[in-house]
């Protein structure tokens, strides 16, 4: 069974521009969540999807937002990118909680996202 | 609020020893889950272990234990006989059932394990 896909795995931006960072969550998973683990801070929560909807967001600007699509696939873009938003953007993805007893994500091997 | 806290920022041992890893958290709620990952160099998050807040036996799988204490809010993790391969980032995490269905995770431990 492939696991949750990342791509790409590297990116280098220029600040200002935007970056698109795409997932593909592991077959039969409808929940895919986005991290951002930047340098000394830790995973931090930023969106969650499930079944084409976004079900919850963290304290990030709007600038940060993303999509999923019918296959469950997810983008996530920023948007006039800023030196700091340079992190590790992690996706992961579950079976929407109510219908798995072994609730838990499995994570994708993540995007470097690097802004200059 | 919900809140995990890992003291320990960084952690080395020699090879062969025991280390405990702590995590502390806070939830208002009484339904919750506890996690450990683990992130090697690679960057992927390699899930351990999920506890409920209704099971508070101690657990064992291999090298790995874990004890859990809900009277000191308190999910630790003990890796006995370490290994060079065990060095990585450890994270502890929550989510809380009702409330939220994000996991929120601890900063994180680095552990080096020195041959």
């Known amino acids: 069974e492939a696991g949750v896909t990342q791509s790409p795995t590297h990116l280098i931006k220029t600040r200002g521009q935007q970056a698109t960072l795409r997932c593909s969550p592991i077959?039969?998973?409808?929940?895919v969540y986005w991290y951002q683990q930047a340098l000394g801070l830790g995973l931090q929560f930023l969106l969650w999807?499930?079944?084409?909807?976004?079900?919850n967001r963290g304290n990030f600007p709007p600038r940060f937002s993303g999509r999923q699509f019918p296959n469950y696939s997810s983008e996530l873009n920023v948007n006039a990118l800023e030196l700091e938003d340079s992190a590790l953007y992690l996706c992961?993805?579950?079976?929407?909680?109510?219908?798995?007893?072994?609730?838990?994500?499995?994570f994708g091997s993540g995007t470097r996202l690097t802004v200059v | 609020a919900q809140k995990v806290t890992q003291a320990q920022t960084e952690i080395s041992v020699v090879e062969k020893e025991d280390v405990t890893l702590d995590c502390v958290y806070e939830?208002?709620?009484?339904?919750?889950?506890l996690f450990w990952y683990k992130q090697p160099p690679s960057g992927e998050l390699v899930f351990l272990i999920r506890?409920?807040?209704?099971?508070?036996q101690n657990e064992i799988s291999g090298r790995y234990s874990w004890n859990f204490q809900k009277s000191t809010s308190s999910f630790n993790f003990t890796i006995t006989a370490s290994q060079v391969v065990d060095s990585a980032v450890y994270f502890c995490?929550?989510?809380?059932?009702?409330?939220?269905?994000?996991?929120?995770f601890g900063k994180g431990t680095r552990l080096h394990i020195l041959p």
């Open positions: 506890r409920n807040s209704f099971d508070e």
């Open positions: 077959s039969g998973h409808t929940s």
């Open positions: 999807y499930d079944e084409g909807e976004e079900r």
């Open positions: 939830t208002r709620d009484t339904t919750y889950y």
């Open positions: 995490a929550l989510s809380e059932v009702v409330r939220d269905d994000k996991i929120i």
């Open positions: 992961a993805s579950s079976l929407e909680r109510n219908r798995t007893p072994n609730y838990g994500y499995t």
